[in-house]
């Protein structure tokens, strides 16, 4: 049997100093499983004083963030969306984003895992938005991350992961090879993405061997963080709070569109597409779920770490400490991946599984001349 | 994504094989070459340029080093392979098969096995040999018939604060509620002892082991099997898994006052040595003392360096290579043993990775024998050289280890000179290649039979007349840079900052922790010289030290608060504390002190207040991003 329900993903990074604020508005709300990670989002730091301000190279100031993962059915959307934006008061600049993805589920999940709503609430955010999802070994985001910024394309998301892939098939040989990995997640305009993530490409060497993976991911609505830099400002509203005035004013992010500012790429770019399948699970059981993925041909996959917060205190709960791996694949072997989680128990209760996917419409990574041709 | 028809084992031919392996082991080594060479470039410049004394078996020391780094290398990642993901997977799955009762257990023998292995403990036994029994009865007793006491005690205390450390994960406490009671009650013990005639000589002895217990495995281990706990722990909102290490080292503190108390009613109060030999002791007390062998060995006993001929020198260190062998595999094995008997029998969980974890191991153990062997040979026999000499900025001292042999010595070539109350004075003039060197004539140096005059060069004061300020001044400079550069070579410093890197997703830099604590390492190596050579009572520094601290908890967030603290502990391994050491006892000797401890109680206790300032300083800048905009607050 295969099970399937369609819903919606909200993420929600929000500045550390927040999340009590927004924890307990969640509980409050009866919102009952959501799932928390840890997370950073770059900021440029002020200028220098007097001569050190010839060094033009901004420096970066990192700004601990936690990222909220919730679920929920079509029409709670909005409600969530609301409840983290008034918990957090994301519309001031530097408190955080928040975005919604479609997705689909395909394993049965907890009750009230999915939250459910009889409410009608008008739309917010802003729609024609495209996120990025871009995984890099440790210690590349942070230039990236700073071209983004002083470019005005995004203010990023940094989190620290750990990836899978071809040194998982070196046995012993592989702890020559590093495998933590960070994770670069932006939002931009849809019409921006694909020269955003052209830069990307660019400045992270993407398309040469071993050097992570980047893919754009559609998104529902969104309320994006505008606080680029710590400078104070010089006009009577800093630049942050008049970009956010102006998304407000015109209800979209249209005005914000920069296309013809990147240089356009001359280099022609192999993309592919497919799906994300998100699993998650209890943590230290992912590796051998992993393991067994590479029977179907799975061989590359990021892990990170999130906690599963539940406020009910029901005896059968699921474990908290958890571990999401995503993994990309191609649409053709969607079933074939999930009946195989299914045949090795992966939803059992001894790994307390849950499966979902999203569709990813063009990906990116470096393909050696032999993958290419098929 | 790539995908591959079906699975595919990827074959590596010896070529390739090694493409992977000799990259990673330059990254590697080249880390740690980063690490140590600022404290051995400083050493060694420090003994060229400013005591202008050559380095003696400059080779052996070179040799030394390169083992230092090598062992490094191999054992933290070791370390990252074996040891901690192993602690993190007892972690996870402690609470969620055992009850609490289980949990209590597993911790006191993890804390209580893990303190026994450390190899810096033996450290403070090392120092024993330089009390005399009349002086300070306890703290003799401690460092020689009784250590194992001493050890036990301070065992114990580790155990029981682990026990604490996480219980405070399941339950979600923050670490103030522990920490503020136990401070009070430990400065509330150490000025109690301050008043004891017995007491207060152990006082140094009780801090100092508090900063030594926690060391290169027990700190990754404790710290990973946190990290397990509170990912699981439910109450645990913004998990943190800091802060066991900090109450591991301030537990023993007080074990071992306890125990200090327990004996202090058994053993002599202080006196003088001719009243401990005339006037005796009663019979108990000196069986306890000085144990059934009853043998007090002569009061000064110069040792005189012999000429060592190479198969002896040989032998020297086959031996010191067995020795460091045994004594990593006693850190390391039997408690990595009881950890996967305890994963596999008790929690019945399969090892992920299993042959990684035994190749950390074995990375470990010989990474860790390789660094004693280092340690031994490289560092110690450096910072010994420095240490012993550092006296000669201030003072003129003898130069024991350069003794001269002048063969064929005639005393007809002695003359007499004439001293300022008027009194003769016999020496001789030296010719050294072109320069003649007067050098002054005793009798007990010449040896008749072999015609052989036997001389100690003199050193010094190198700044200015004796005991002068420049010369203290440039001793307290020295001691900061001490403490600071051989901090940022520290082990389980290196391995906590890697942690507290990962926990906080990169905002908080292992880097920016490593400066951090090693300045305030600095500071507090400074307080602690001038603690020697002002014989100020440890007391006085440790009080008001302390207070301060706990006022400025109360300013920073929990994040930092527990960060610091750890650091702390962490601070003072096999590297910083064999050094501090050497230069406490090079100075504590020329002033005749009693007992050299009580530096490194100041060298842990810095640490926490520079990083606590490094926290809000981060801080501020963090609620900046937060905030609209300064102009508006104002």
Redesign the interface.
């Known amino acids: 049997m295969h099970f399937r329900q369609k819903a919606i993903r909200i993420t929600a990074i929000v500045?550390r100093?927040?999340?009590?604020l927004v924890?307990s508005a969640l509980k409050r709300n009866n919102i009952h499983y959501f799932h928390m990670e840890?997370?950073?989002y770059p900021?440029l730091?002020k200028r220098g004083w007097l001569l050190f301000d010839f060094y033009q190279n901004h420096s970066i100031?990192?700004?601990?963030v936690t990222i909220f993962e919730v679920s929920c059915e079509a029409a709670a959307e909005n409600i969530l969306l609301s409840l983290f934006r008034d918990a957090a008061e994301l519309n001031?600049?530097?408190?955080g984003s928040v975005y919604s993805e479609a997705i689909e589920f395909h394993s049965p999940v907890p009750t009230d895992y999915i939250v459910t709503t009889e409410k009608k609430t008008k739309t917010i955010g802003f729609s024609g938005l495209t996120g990025i999802f871009c995984i890099l070994p440790r210690g590349s985001a942070e230039p990236i991350a700073r071209l983004i910024l002083q470019n005005g394309v995004a203010v990023p998301t940094?989190?620290?992961g750990t990836g899978t892939g071809?040194r998982d098939?070196?046995g012993?040989?592989?702890?020559?090879?590093p495998k933590e990995k960070?994770i670069l997640k932006l939002v931009v305009h849809s019409s921006d993405a694909e020269h955003a993530m052209d830069f990307i490409i660019e400045v992270g060497r993407l398309d040469l061997p071993g050097r992570g993976?980047i893919f754009e991911f559609p998104i529902g609505h969104g309320l994006l963080n505008t606080?680029v830099s710590?400078e104070?400002?010089k006009q009577a509203a800093?630049m942050d709070?008049i970009i956010s005035a102006l998304d407000q004013l015109y209800g979209n992010m249209e005005w914000r569109k920069k296309s013809n500012q990147f240089r356009q790429s001359a280099r022609h770019r192999n993309y592919f597409e497919?799906v994300n399948v998100v699993i998650n699970c209890k943590?230290?059981s992912i590796?051998?779920t992993l393991a067994n993925l590479?029977?179907v041909?799975?061989?590359?996959s990021t892990i990170s770490?999130n906690?599963l917060?539940h406020s009910q205190n029901e005896k059968k709960a699921f474990?908290?400490?958890r571990e999401a791996a995503n993994?990309?694949?191609?649409k053709k072997?969607l079933t074939e991946v999930i009946s195989l989680l299914e045949e090795t128990g992966f939803f059992g209760e001894e790994t307390e599984g849950i499966a979902y996917t999203m569709e990813i419409p063009r990906?990116f990574?470096y393909?050696s001349k032999l993958?290419k041709k098929k | 994504m790539a995908r591959n028809e079906k699975e595919e084992s990827i074959h590596i031919g010896f070529k390739e094989a090694i493409t992977l392996i000799l990259p990673y082991f330059r990254k590697k080594l080249w880390e740690q070459t980063k690490a140590v060479i600022w404290i051995v470039l400083y050493l060694a410049l420090f003994q060229l340029f400013i005591l202008r004394i050559p380095i003696k078996e400059a080779g052996l020391i070179t040799l030394g080093i390169s083992a230092v780094i090598l062992g490094l290398a191999f054992f933290l990642e070791g370390l990252f392979l074996g040891l901690m993901p192993l602690g993190e997977a007892l972690g996870l799955r402690l609470p969620q098969k055992l009850g609490i009762l289980s949990i209590i257990l597993f911790s006191i023998l993890m804390g209580v096995g893990a303190t026994l292995a450390e190899p810096a403990i033996a450290i403070l036994r090392a120092c024993g040999s330089k009390v005399a029994p009349w002086d300070a009865p306890l703290l003799y007793f401690l460092l020689n018939e009784g250590s194992h006491y001493l050890y036990l005690s301070i065992a114990i205390g580790v155990g029981v604060s682990v026990v604490f450390g996480m219980l405070r994960f399941l339950f979600g406490f923050s670490l103030m509620r522990i920490l503020v009671p136990t401070i009070v009650i430990l400065l509330g013990v150490s000025i109690y002892a301050y008043f004891d005639e017995n007491l207060k000589f152990i006082s140094g002895l009780a801090w100092d082991s508090g900063a030594v217990t926690t060391g290169p495995v027990t700190v990754p281990l404790v710290v990973a099997l946190g990290i397990g706990i509170s990912k699981v722990a439910e109450k645990n909102d913004q998990s943190s898994a800091y802060g066991v290490v900090t109450l591991a080292s301030l537990f023993p503190i007080l074990s071992v006052f306890l125990v200090g108390m327990y004996f202090s009613g058994k053993l002599p109060k202080p006196m003088s040595e001719e009243v401990f030999f005339k006037q005796g002791i009663k019979l108990e007390e000196a069986k306890l003392l000085l144990g059934d062998s009853y043998k007090v060995s002569s009061t000064k006993e110069v040792l005189l360096p012999k000429k060592i001929n190479p198969p002896e020198l040989f032998k020297k260190a086959k031996e010191n290579i067995f020795e460091a062998f045994e004594l990593a595999i006693r850190a390391i094995l039997p408690l990595s043993i009881f950890l996967i008997l305890f994963l596999g029998l008790i929690l019945k969980e399969k090892i992920s990775y299993p042959e990684e974890v035994f190749l950390g191991i074995g990375f470990s153990i010989i990474g860790l024998s390789i660094f004693n062997f280092g340690i031994i040979f490289g560092l110690n026999k450096l910072g010994d050289q420095v240490g012993g000499k550092l006296p000669s900025t201030f003072r003129s001292i003898e130069l024991i280890d350069s003794t001269k042999f002048i063969p064929n010595f005639n005393p007809k070539s002695v003359l007499k000179a004439v001293n300022e109350d008027g009194k003769e004075e016999k020496f001789f003039y030296l010719k050294e290649r072109k320069s003649y060197t007067s050098i002054p004539y005793h009798e007990e140096n010449w040896n008749q039979k072999n015609k052989i005059y036997e001389y100690v060069p003199i050193h010094g004061p190198i700044f200015g007349k004796e005991d002068n300020l420049l010369g203290y001044l440039v001793v307290l400079v020295f001691a900061f840079f001490l403490g600071y550069s051989a901090t940022l070579a520290e082990p389980a410093l290196s391995a906590l900052g890697n942690t507290v890197e990962e926990t906080t997703v990169g905002t908080f830099r292992k880097s920016l922790l490593i400066q951090s604590v090693a300045v305030g390492v600095g500071l507090g190596t400074l307080l602690g010289m001038l603690k020697i050579l002002l014989e100020i009572p440890l007391v006085w520094i440790v009080v008001p030290i302390y207070l301060l601290l706990l006022v400025l908890n109360t300013f920073s967030k929990s994040e930092f608060i527990d960060i610091a603290w750890d650091s702390a502990g962490v601070t003072t391994g096999p590297i910083t504390v064999p050094l501090i050491i050497a230069m406490g006892l090079g100075i504590g000797n020329q002033m005749g002190t009693v007992d050299g401890f009580g530096i490194l109680a100041a060298a842990s206790a810095f640490p926490i207040l520079s990083v606590l300032i490094m926290g809000m300083i981060v801080e501020n800048s963090r609620k900046l991003s937060l905030r609209d905009s300064e102009l508006k607050e104002k």
């Open positions: 500045h100093d927040l999340t009590d924890v840890p997370g950073r900021v730091a100031i990192d700004t601990p001031i600049p530097g408190h940094i989190s620290y071809l098939q070196l012993l040989l592989r702890i020559t090879i960070e993976f606080k710590l104070g400002p800093s709070q497919g943590e230290e590796e051998s590479r029977k041909g799975v061989s590359s770490l906690k917060v474990t908290p400490a993994i990309l694949i191609p072997n990906a990574s393909q993958g």
